[in-house]
Nanobody, 122 residues
């Protein structure tokens, strides 16, 4: 069983910062991609940032220059440093990974964290 746990959300003022963390544990065979997604009330879930095993990074246009995604392969951990937060960043943030399990190492699946709330006051 693969487990994904994300944390670090909270309440901040506009212009403030937060650092989200995500850990992946369990019967992981290999990790292809890790990323952060978010979903605001009444809106669809959207991509925030992703990073591949090769180090390629992709950001949503709305967060470029403000958010930084990083990965610690040894710990199977993912981070999202969020600076200059805006009210429109308010959402539940979810950690995601595309990985293969030891139960079936030839196929990759998507695994999701439970979500962590980020609220930026207006």
């Amino acid at each position: 069983q693969v487990q994904v746990v994300d944390s670090g959300g909270g309440l901040v003022q506009p212009g403030g910062s937060l650092r989200l963390s995500c850990t992946v544990s369990g019967s992981i065979f290999s990790i292809k991609t890790m990323g952060w997604y978010r979903q605001a009330p009444g809106k669809e879930r959207e991509l925030v940032a992703t990073i591949t095993s090769g180090g390629d990074i992709n950001y949503a246009e709305s967060v470029k220059g403000r958010f930084t995604i990083s990965r610690d392969s040894a710990k199977s951990a993912l981070y999202l440093q969020m600076n200059s937060l805006k009210p429109e960043d308010t959402a539940v943030y979810y950690c995601n990974t595309e990985a293969s399990s030891s139960d079936y190492p030839l196929r990759e699946y998507e695994y999701w964290g439970q979500g962590t709330q980020v609220t930026v006051s207006s």
